[in-house]
């Protein structure tokens, strides 16, 4: 799979020492990097989204396929709605204290656009554990979206497969672990691309600006994940037209809520047993089992 045009180190080799043999100032004396060893760990760093100048979000992620993301981020948020909408995007490498990478992007989009992103009053919003106070802040928590028309349904042999060869498309994490997967799947039930990111959230915004970046319309489309299912994926899904969600992990009961009312399918594979379908657009056909 080719890299981004926006992408950086994904990954470095970072040396270790035993518990048992670490000073207590924590530096590898001679003696213990003997003893010590080393390991492949994810990059993380913070990416600083502003919108025509105005600062919006503040980001931890994985600085691959940063492009995507902040396309995908902004396409989400509901800053954009298509790309062309996208003016011209510019990045920065800066460095913060204490002598932290970061990157700082800008994305400078049309003027209708900008108007309605100052008429919002945009705020974002943390991610599920962040604290969020006042009727207006559940109000943006939980926006009204538009229902989701139906999908052709997904057969369980696919499913089954796509886990199966899941592993082989996670490219980064194959090399360090605790990182995220999102992987884009056609119609026909095809991997199309995989993205990665310490994120979860960030994973699936990738995904997302790929497909806007390759005029990909989602309906019909899946995206399956390594992650747990939240409320906010599942909006965010909504949000762009994206079909289905198949997460490794449950998810969570709000999650499933918004789905089965948003015409959303939602499925969790179990590492054992048999698929397991959380909701289905089927049900806006007549069936609700809520």
Known sequence: MQQSPLSFISHRRHAYGRCDTLPEDMQLSQDTQRLSGSAELVEEIPLAISINDIAYAV?????VHLDAFVIGFARSEGIIEHLSEIRDIDIQLTHTSPDLESVAINLDISPRRFAQFKQKKQTHLGATGCGLCGVESLAQAIPILPILPPSQPIEETALVSLKQHL???QILGNKTGAVHAAQLISP???PIICMEDIGRHNALDKVIGYALQQDINLHNHSVLMTSRCSTEL???AVRVGL???VHLASPSTLAVKLAKHYGLTLIHLP?????????SSIQLEGTDDE
Do not use: E, H, N, W
């Open 234 to 236: 599942v909006q965010k």
């Open 243 to 245: 079909s289905r969600l």
């Open 59 to 63: 980001m931890m992620v994985t600085p």
């Open 271 to 279: 590492k054992q047993d048999a698929p397991r379908v959380f909701a």
């Open 167 to 169: 592993g082989k498309y």
């Open 188 to 190: 026909q039930d095809k």
